[in-house]
């Protein structure tokens, strides 16, 4: 099993910046995949940005340029860092971890991007 807890939402201004952590705990040995998925009011989960244990990195089109996705495998995190921010990013962010016991996600954290 895998735990995940996120940090660092909140409210923010458009073309600001916000960076979220995800902390991973349990058996992280087996993490093959960490993304980043966002939840809009009324819309579906979609996937932002992901980062294979490789090194591996892909995101949403409507992202590029803007978020940088990593991980520090010292300390079992993976960041999102968010610039340029738009109205639009306004969502709730889910943490998702790939490992060989299965899927798991964290709890969420809320951005919302408004004047």
């Known amino acids: 099993q895998v735990q995940l807890v996120e940090s660092g939402g909140g409210l923010v201004q458009p073309g600001g910046s916000l960076r979220l952590s995800c902390a991973a705990s349990?058996?992280?040995?087996?993490?093959?995949?960490m993304a980043w998925y966002r939840q809009a009011p009324g819309k579906q989960r979609e996937l932002a940005a992901a980062i294979t244990s490789g090194g591996r990195i892909n995101y949403a089109d409507s992202v590029k340029g803007r978020f940088t996705i990593s991980r520090d495998n010292a300390k079992n995190t993976v960041y999102l860092q968010m610039n340029s921010l738009k109205p639009e990013d306004t969502a709730v962010y889910y943490c998702h971890a790939l490992s060989g016991v299965g899927i798991s996600w964290g709890q969420g954290t809320q951005v919302t991007v408004s004047p």
């Open positions: 349990g058996s992280i040995f087996s993490i093959n995949v």
